[in-house]
T-cell receptor, first 115, second 114 residues
Framework: DQQVKQNSPSLSVQEGRISILNCDYT??????FLWYKKYPAEGPTFLIS?????DKNEDGRFTVFLNKSAKHLSLHIVPSQPGDSAVYFC??????????????FGKGTLLTVNP | DSGVTQTPKHLITATGQRVTLRCSPR?????VYWYQQSLDQGLQFLIQ???????AKGNILERFSAQQFPDLHSELNLSSLELGDSALYFC?????????????FGSGTRLTVV
């Protein structure tokens, strides 16, 4: 049972345009959400996060939106750059374990930004 | 350099064999997590250790085991290897509680079973 779903395996956009990556979750106990970026031959690296008490968090070109009622979050990249080409993982954490939190990851979306 | 060190980077072995993957967490981090990334399967959680003790278990096969040593490094042991065990294995570490950036990942060990 996949609790975090990224239904688009891949996305291709033109340089300078907006990239929108989507993520859906099923577990209502999730209260913190993160996006990681992964280049080939490297481990995932943290990109941006959002707490369930917010509906938007912005960091430079990256903005994450959270719609709790729809159990949906999205990552917007504006403007997209060729260096953004990577696999993006959505992850969620719940507080059921207290300090023993565990991240549940989606399968990832491969973003390709074309020059 | 993320601060999480995984060795070896690549491993090629035959079916039926046993291998050990090693992870040194970021300085000060007490939790170590192991993840498996197979083709089209995303990051599958295997197991978590906190300060030497097992804290959580995911979809880890009985042929796999792990431990965390007093110096906090961790080893993932994979035995009776099958072709389907070929994957990227990532180690991640974190401190106590959830900080805003979650885990810090190592660069992974690519295991190929032939």
């Amino acid at each position: 049972d996949q609790q975090v779903k990224q239904n688009s395996p891949s996305l291709s956009v033109q340089e300078g345009r907006i990239s929108i990556l989507n993520c859906d979750y099923t577990n209502s106990m999730f209260d913190y959400f993160l996006w990681y970026k992964k280049y080939p031959a490297e481990g995932p690296t943290f990109l941006i996060s959002i707490s369930s008490i917010k509906d938007k968090n912005e960091d430079g070109r990256f903005t994450v939106f959270l719609n709790k009622s729809a159990k949906h979050l999205s990552l917007h990249i504006v403007p997209s750059q060729p260096g953004d080409s990577a696999v993006y993982f959505c992850a969620a954490s719940d507080k059921s374990g207290g300090s023993n939190y565990k991240l549940t990851f989606g399968k990832g979306t491969l973003l390709t930004v074309n020059p | 350099d993320s601060g999480v060190t995984q060795t070896p980077k690549h491993l090629i072995t035959a079916t039926g064999q046993r291998v050990t993957l090693r992870c040194s967490p970021r300085s000060g981090d007490l939790s170590v997590y192991w993840y498996q990334q197979s083709l089209d399967q995303g990051l599958q959680f295997l197991i978590q250790y906190y300060n030497g003790e097992e804290r959580a278990k995911g979809n880890i096969l009985e042929r796999f085991s792990a431990q965390q040593f007093p110096d906090l490094h961790s080893e993932l042991n994979l035995s009776s290897l099958e072709l389907g065990d070929s994957a990227l294995y990532f180690c991640a570490s974190s401190g106590e509680g959830l900080n805003h950036h979650g885990y810090t990942f190592g660069s992974g060990t690519r295991l190929t079973v032939v």
